[in-house]
């Protein structure tokens, strides 16, 4: 099972960018890597998801070099509401996802 | 998008009674979800996997018969907390996946137990 490992909190101030990396080494040929935000007391909330270069949807982009083991979610002029934890997860998407393992996570703070 | 909803959003019941949470989703068939549990500050800890029409498979050390799983239809998935104990009080959070090749896990909004 791949595991990740994130840093454990970041600042950051309104109207920054905000990038926070992902190591996973262990990653496997079949494995997607999918980005998650959580509120407090709610579940998690899909942010993006990839297998390799560059993946850019409205909220976010999501950068993965050639070697896949690691990868970096880039929030772009982030705003009070951004802050929250952020999980990066390693997963066979085609397989179901068997066991997919949280990690610890990246407690984002965005500050005024 | 793909919606997974939890009901209760929360419950609060009293030392040996059993509390059921389940987990729909609304717009798509799921032949596996999964249950989470989540303490306060901590990440989310993959409790078991449920598939439609066969047991559960839990993760080593959650006891099977304390956390009853059934997974009896293709968008209903249900977890009880048989004869709950205060240590069991936390947020219960499921997730589910539509059957298509490209789409990622949809989780609920979670379930806060509380056992007074």
């Known amino acids: 099972l791949a595991k990740t490992t994130q840093p454990i909190s970041m600042d950051s101030y309104e109207g920054q960018e905000v990038n926070i990396t992902c190591s996973h080494n262990?990653?496997?040929?079949?494995?997607?890597i999918t980005w998650y935000q959580q509120f407090p007391s709610q579940g998690p909330r899909f942010i993006i998801q990839g297998y390799k270069t560059k993946v850019t949807n409205e909220v976010a982009s999501l950068f993965i070099p050639a070697d896949r083991k690691s990868s970096t979610l880039s929030l772009p002029r982030v705003s009070l509401s951004d802050t929250a934890v952020y999980y990066c997860l390693v997963g066979d998407r085609n397989g179901g996802y068997n066991k997919l393992i949280f990690g610890a996570g990246t407690r984002l703070a965005v500050h005024p | 998008g793909a919606v997974v909803s939890q009901h209760p959003s929360w419950v609060i019941c009293k030392s040996g009674t059993s509390v059921k949470i389940e987990c729909r989703s609304l717009d798509f068939q799921a032949t596996t979800m999964f249950w989470y549990r989540q303490f306060p500050k901590q990440s989310l800890m993959l409790m078991a996997t449920s598939n439609e029409g066969s047991k559960a498979t839990y993760e080593q050390g959650v006891e099977k018969d304390k956390f009853l799983i059934n997974h009896a239809s293709l968008t209903l998935s249900t977890l009880t907390v048989t004869s709950a104990h205060p240590e069991d009080s936390s947020f219960y959070i499921c997730?589910?996946?539509?059957?298509?090749?490209?789409?990622?896990?949809?989780f609920g909004n979670g379930t806060r137990l509380t056992v007074t």
């Open positions: 262990n990653i496997a040929t079949n494995d997607y």
């Open positions: 997730s589910a996946r539509e059957w298509k090749g490209n789409s990622p896990l949809h």
